[in-house]
């Protein structure tokens, strides 16, 4: 009885422990440490939506997302929230425009394609929005890691060359 109250109480204590709560996720997602991250995430949508839309059908426009993350990595150089944090919630709010423009581009595919041929890509399309999300978030930290180099290495560059 004894060994089984223990095992109880680690199971307790683990499953606290590694189980977030509803509430700290809520905290997470209405940080307001990184209200600029998602309202800079959330400015770049459209901008990728439209530029992709003018490009070739089947290629997404980057410089939205890069520009998204010069501007996270420019602006969270020197706060203190971790700008990893920041470039992360900038590039998951700027994929919602890649994952826009891939469904809406894979819907006018599915339409012209045989019934075999468009259940495959309709089963494959969640598939090919992680790999959206997935690139969208890899240009969004690079751009990000660039601007915040830029803005902790730039003042100890300029004073050096003089």
Known sequence: ???????LQC???????TMPTLQRRWDDLTDESLRV???VGLASIPFT????????PHA????????????V????GKRPTASRRADRRAGA????????????????????????IAVVVTALTPVV?????????????????????IVVNGPRIRDASN
Do not use: D, H
């Open 1 to 7: 009885m004894r060994r089984r109250c223990k095992v």
């Open 11 to 17: 199971y307790n204590k683990c499953s606290i422990i």
């Open 37 to 39: 991250a998602t309202l």
């Open 49 to 56: 939506v439209v530029l992709s839309g003018e490009s070739e």
């Open 60 to 71: 997404i426009a980057g410089a939205p997302l890069l520009f998204a993350g010069l501007i």
């Open 73 to 76: 990595g420019y602006v969270y």
């Open 93 to 116: 709010v700027a994929s919602i425009g890649v994952v826009l423009w891939q469904l809406s581009y894979l819907t006018s595919i599915v339409r012209t394609l045989s019934l075999e």
């Open 129 to 149: 929005a992680a790999v959206g999300v997935g690139l969208s978030l890899l240009v969004v930290m690079v751009g990000a890691t660039v601007a915040e180099w």
